[in-house]
Each structure stands twice: as C-alpha cells, then as structure tokens.
C-alpha cells in the first residue's frame, strides 16, 4: 500500500468511527461531570439543613423552643422538597441536553459514513 493509500484509510476511519468515538466519549464525560455535580449540590444542601436543625434541636430548653422548632419543620420540609425539585428539574435538563448532543453526533457520524461509502463506489 502506497503511503497516500494508508493515509486515505486512516482519515477515513477517523472521520467514520474514531472521531465520532472520541465525540460521544467526550459528552458522556461532561454529563456525567454536571450530574455528580448537581448531586454534590443537593447532598451538601441537605447536609448544611440537617446540621443546622440539629443544632437548633439541640439548644431547645423549654416548651416555647420545642413549639418553635416544630413549626418550623413545616418550613424546613418544603425548602427540602423545593431543592429537591429544582434538582430534579436539573437533572432533566442536562439528559435532555444530552440526548440532543448524541443524536447530533449520531447524525454527523451516518453523514460521514455515506459519503465515505459513496466515494468507493
């Protein structure tokens, strides 16, 4: 084989199968990188809110401080269940955005295979 001849393969094995390889290797890394990082968010936001209320449980001395402190658990709770979804709703986001991006690339990668295989006819 000629030298222009192996260079002819090699472009045309990047451009069909390592190139797209390399692309949908690189997405999934990012996604996976924005979901561990959304989950990192939520579980230090749970973290700092359940560390807080142990302190405040901790400093109750009287009726009033127990009284207190349970009527605030409602606001506690729906705090929790709002990060919760505003997490879950980030996480939708990123797999929607994911699912575009592969579906580019899938796009891009047939393109290449049909003009690769129209050129050896």
Avoid: W
Wanted: cysteine-free; proline content about 2%; glycine content about 4%.
């Amino acid at each position: 084989m000629s030298n222009e001849t192996v260079t002819q393969v090699q472009q045309q094995f990047d451009s069909v199968f390592a190139g797209p390889a390399r692309t949908y290797a690189n997405l999934v890394l990012g996604h996976f990188e924005q979901l561990a990082n959304v989950q990192l968010e939520a579980a230090r936001a749970y973290i700092d809110t359940s560390v807080a209320q142990a302190r405040i449980a901790l400093e109750m001395k009287d009726p009033s401080d127990v009284r207190a402190y349970l009527e605030n658990q409602q606001k506690v709770a729906k705090e929790l269940g709002e990060r919760t979804k505003g997490a879950a709703e980030k996480v939708v986001s990123l797999n929607q955005n994911f699912v575009q991006e592969v579906q580019k690339v899938a796009g891009e990668s047939a393109n290449s295979v049909s003009k690769v295989a129209a050129k050896s006819k």
